[in-house]
């Protein structure tokens, strides 16, 4: 089993940055792709970005292209998720997920690549 715990998040006025952190601990040899999703209320989880496990390869909403990057650092077992130039709409629960299997091309965007999932961590930006 792999455990993933989210922090970072909090209140931020809008055109701020907040760095998320995930840490990833248990079996995490098994891990592979690794993303962040999110899911504002009244709407379904949506994906915002993922990166491979070697780094080369990330991949990012439309909507959060250019303002946000994924990292990692397997060393450190630890995935980041830098938000810059924030909107009242990337308000949202965020969810950092990972995935025991690689991953090819769209399978990045997809949930059901992604085994596990922490609980979550709001960010919540203000107009």
């Known amino acids: 089993q792999v455990q993933l715990v989210e922090s970072g998040g909090g209140l931020m006025q809008a055109g701020g940055s907040l760095r998320l952190s995930c840490a990833a601990s248990g079996r995490t040899f098994r891990i592979y792709p690794m993303g962040w999703f999110r899911q504002a209320p009244g709407k379904e989880r949506e994906f915002v970005a993922a990166?491979?496990?070697?780094?080369?390869?990330?991949y990012y909403a439309d909507s959060v292209k250019g303002r946000f990057t994924i990292s990692r650092d397997n060393a450190k077992n630890m995935v980041y998720l830098q938000m810059n130039s924030l909107k009242p709409e990337d308000t949202a629960v965020y969810y950092c997920a990972a995935g025991d299997k690689p991953a090819y091309n769209s399978d990045y965007l997809a949930s059901s690549t992604y085994r596990y999932w922490g609980q979550g961590t709001q960010v919540t930006v203000s107009s």
């Open positions: 990166i491979s496990w070697s780094s080369s390869i990330t």
